[in-house]
């Protein structure tokens, strides 16, 4: 909050992706928990400043400790050492709308299946980093690392998630059976 009282608006030194939020609740409720469990390197259900600094560190996004505390400490609970889950998704909201406007409420099942599609096309083209239409397992293991996931470490795991999906056995993830893969996930409790 600023000297008048008013709440500043939360800021980020670089323009954000505009993958930061996606118009599929499921698919955007899904990649929240993955990223704060990643954030979250303790697994005590808390995100503190140092987690975050070092989780926006190791994905080149470093922040400083003061805009950090600025756009983040209104988040954390009184008495709470970090963001829970909860305090996450709110200042992730906070961010998108911040940066995107207000996301437009729609009436249950009116959601369109062109935004289904195009929610799952732009997941897609994170994986697939050459833009050729396909994810390899190298596509899939940068993306792992980038992330700090353990499979990374070996390429035979990444390989083994590929032939997972890989339906015409040709050693690659087109979209369409990445599609198959991520109408597949159940998200509990979004």
């Given at each position: 909050m600023d000297a008048a009282g008013v709440a500043a608006k939360p800021s980020l030194s670089r323009k954000p992706s505009p993958s930061f939020r996606l118009r599929n609740g499921s698919l955007n409720a899904l990649r929240l928990r993955r990223v704060f469990d990643l954030f979250d390197r303790n697994g005590d259900g808390e995100i503190t400043l140092d987690e975050m600094a070092?989780?926006?560190d190791a994905l080149g996004l470093g922040a400083d400790r003061a805009g950090l505390e600025a756009t983040v400490g209104g988040?954390?609970?009184a008495g709470a050492a970090g963001l829970r889950f909860g305090d996450f998704e709110a200042l992730h909201r906070a961010l998108g709308d911040a940066l995107f406007g207000p996301v437009e409420e729609e009436e249950p099942g009116k959601q369109g299946e062109d935004d289904d599609e195009g929610d799952m096309k732009e997941a897609f083209r994170v994986f697939d980093e050459d833009g050729d239409?396909?994810?390899s397992a190298a596509e899939l293991q940068a993306v792992l690392k980038k992330l700090g996931l353990p499979e990374a470490r070996n390429l035979?795991?990444?390989q083994e998630m590929i032939c997972n999906v890989d339906r015409d056995?040709?050693?690659r993830v087109d979209f369409g059976e990445f599609k198959c893969m991520m109408q597949g996930?159940?998200?509990w409790g979004a």
């Open positions: 070092s989780a926006l988040y954390i609970p239409g396909f994810i035979a795991t990444v056995c040709d050693g996930i159940t998200v």
